[in-house]
């Protein structure tokens, strides 16, 4: 590493798929930022010691993904109030020689879905698919812009139980609650697929009718249609959209962290996808 450039990079297992780089890099270009940002291969089983040596050796921050998000969790220092609710990091920040844990995943949800797609989010019934990490680091961002209710629906019934009465307290009386798949009905009007089923080209076991006319979210990115939102066109949403949105603006919500500077995201979100 050099020390006339700053450097940062994303660690994960696997990560050669990772868009980080490209994003971070157009980031720097449009904010005119000397800075160096790569992707790191980690062994499973070697998270803590290749984060403090990237660290001693001046690295500045990294971004977490898969399988690091609880390891960066217990790794920082000091942890933001968003990472102590979301139970997870995907930012390292070393700030005045202290490594501080950040999540930005949930941020980055509402800005794509309330800036960009200018979908509608207060007073509105939301129900989201899943009730895993990517779940939690989204629910108190979604419960603070002020909706009807949201719904977690998930196979496992007492997973989904659990992060109701951990959010509880963020909620208002009643707004919150959890279903199984079999329970659901149409009054939704944004649904947000949090489970992993698209990356196996797999479906949420779920009526399609819930689709009917809401506007449909998931999380999962891909180059073509994800099966989750294949179905909820072919079943009559309003609009459907996938979470590249959301990788670009939690990356610059993390830029923001690291950089004191905000980036602009649109032409960014415009050209990973025409990348990919």
């Known amino acids: 590493m050099t020390n ?10 696997p990560v050669e798929h990772s868009k980080s780089p490209d994003i971070h890099q157009q980031f720097a270009e449009q904010t005119q930022q000397a800075m160096c940002y790569e992707k790191k291969l980690v062994p499973v089983d070697a998270f803590d010691s290749a984060a403090q040596s990237f660290f001693d050796d001046g690295g500045l921050g990294l971004n977490i993904t898969v399988p690091f998000k609880l390891a960066a969790y217990h790794f920082a220092a000091q942890l933001t109030e968003r990472a102590k609710t979301a139970g997870a990091v995907n930012t390292l920040i070393k700030r005045d020689g202290i490594i501080i844990g950040d999540n930005t995943d949930g941020c980055g949800l509402l800005r794509d879905i309330r800036d960009n797609l200018q979908w509608p989010l207060a007073q509105q019934n939301i129900l989201i698919l899943g009730a895993g990490g990517a779940v939690r680091g989204i629910l108190a961002p979604l419960l603070a812009a002020n909706p009807q209710s949201i719904t977690i629906a998930n196979r496992s019934l007492k997973k989904a139980q659990t992060l109701v009465e951990q959010f509880q307290p963020l909620a208002d009386t009643g707004s919150l609650s959890c279903l199984d798949y079999t329970e659901l009905n149409d009054k ?8 992993s089923a698209s990356l196996a080209g797999q479906l949420p076991a779920v009526n399609s009718l819930i689709y009917h006319q809401a506007y449909c979210y998931d999380m999962m990115y891909s180059k073509s249609t994800t099966t ?15 979470g590249l949105g959301m ?18 995201t649109k032409s960014v979100i415009a050209s990973i996808r025409d990348a990919m």
């Open 228 to 242: 989750f939102l294949h179905q909820a066109k072919t079943s009559g949403a309003q609009a459907t959209a996938d």
């Open 188 to 195: 939704y009007k944004l649904i947000i697929n949090g489970t």
């Open 4 to 13: 006339l450039t700053a450097s940062y990079a994303v660690f994960g297992n």
């Open 247 to 264: 990788l670009v603006e939690q990356a610059a919500e993390s830029f923001y962290q690291w950089r004191e500077l905000r980036p602009t």
